[in-house]
């Protein structure tokens, strides 16, 4: 593989599929696939899932890969995963765990497991980007895991040891339950909510 290949793939980003190394090169997709796997054997790309990539030595953040998980549907690092990265609890979550308008599924790949939980359009947002990642802020972060235990438990999960940070705006709480369509699901966070912050430590 010339230089020239490697150079081309590194421009398109951190991650690439293999039809865009495909396109790229002007090669069929089995040749990209091949490059790439001769790549990866010299510690040049890595195999995330089936048809994606990254490429370049540097280790790529898993938490940097969520929207390549729900491509083409936007996404953010949320629930537990942001309250870890917020330093809200010390326990670091096994999977890292997605706000998206996709379908809740989850996705394992070779960086990790993505767990990815479904938000309606009026909900979705509230994330700051930090070193690439988009993240929600910790009140979102609190939020999203109250309404999506309400939406498919009707209880919150439980959060071990959580410390809200100074500035935590509860009022932000307030203006993200207002949304909630459903009265009842409304009830349910606002609930959860409460229970989850008469736990925390400040």
Do not use: C
Request: proline share 6%.
């Amino acid at each position: 593989m010339s230089l020239a290949s490697f150079a081309a793939l590194s421009r398109l980003g951190p991650t690439v599929t293999t039809g865009e190394a495909a396109a790229a090169l002007d090669i069929s997709v089995s040749q990209a696939s091949r490059l790439l796997r001769t790549l990866e054997a010299q510690d040049l790309a890595r195999h995330v899932r089936y048809g994606l990539w990254t490429v370049g030595p540097t280790a790529v953040d898993p938490l940097t890969l969520v929207e390549e998980v729900t491509r083409p549907y936007p996404a953010y690092v949320s629930f537990t995963s942001a309250l870890n990265a917020h330093g809200m609890i010390d326990q670091v979550p096994r999977e890292i765990s997605v706000a998206s308008l996709d379908s809740a599924k989850r996705v394992k790949t070779e960086l990790g497991t993505y767990a990815v939980h479904h938000v309606p359009p009026a909900l979705f947002g509230g994330w700051i980007e930090r070193d690439g990642v988009k993240l929600a802020r910790p009140e979102k972060a609190l939020f999203d895991l109250a309404y999506v235990s309400a939406v498919h438990e009707g209880r919150p999960r439980r959060v071990p040891e959580l410390e809200l940070p100074a500035g935590f705006d509860r009022d932000e709480l307030g203006r993200w339950l207002s949304r909630i369509e459903s009265p009842r699901v409304r009830t349910i966070t606002s609930r959860g909510l409460l229970q989850l912050l008469a736990r925390a430590v400040r």
